[in-house]
């Protein structure tokens, strides 16, 4: 049974910084696609960061380019997400997913699993 499970969410204020990690089992990891996921309040779900599972290549929204991180760490089965500069708009539930593929990170429809999220709660 494949599980995803974020941590590290919270309160945070404008301008600081908080670490997601995405911890997976069930699932041979180093052979999956990590993406992040956000969803606002009254908004779509929106991508945010992904980062393949061969070569380590990154992406990101635009939204959070130069502020967020994506990485993994596979011997501990682990993605992460670094969010620096934090702003009001960055508040959300936060999602991992995990792809198979490594098309189309950018969209929802390739991933496999999802964990059930974790809030932030950026404060001005």
């Known amino acids: 049974q494949v599980q995803l499970v974020e941590s590290g969410g919270g309160l945070v204020q404008v301008g600081g910084s908080l670490r997601l990690s995405c911890a997976a089992s069930?699932?041979?990891?180093?052979?999956?696609?990590m993406g992040w996921f956000r969803q606002a309040p009254g908004k779509e779900r929106e991508f945010v960061a992904a980062i393949r599972w061969s070569g380590g290549s990154t992406y990101y929204a635009d939204s959070v380019k130069g502020r967020f991180t994506t990485s993994r760490e596979d011997a501990k089965n682990t993605s992460y997400l670094q969010m620096n500069s934090l702003k009001p708009e960055d508040t959300a539930v936060y999602y991992c997913?995990?792809?198979?593929?490594?098309?189309?990170?950018?969209?929802?429809?390739?991933?496999?699993?999802w964990g059930q999220g974790t809030q932030v709660t950026v404060s001005s």
């Open positions: 997913a995990a792809s198979r593929i490594e098309r189309l990170l950018k969209v929802q429809g390739p991933y496999d699993y």
């Open positions: 069930g699932m041979p990891f180093s052979s999956y696609a």
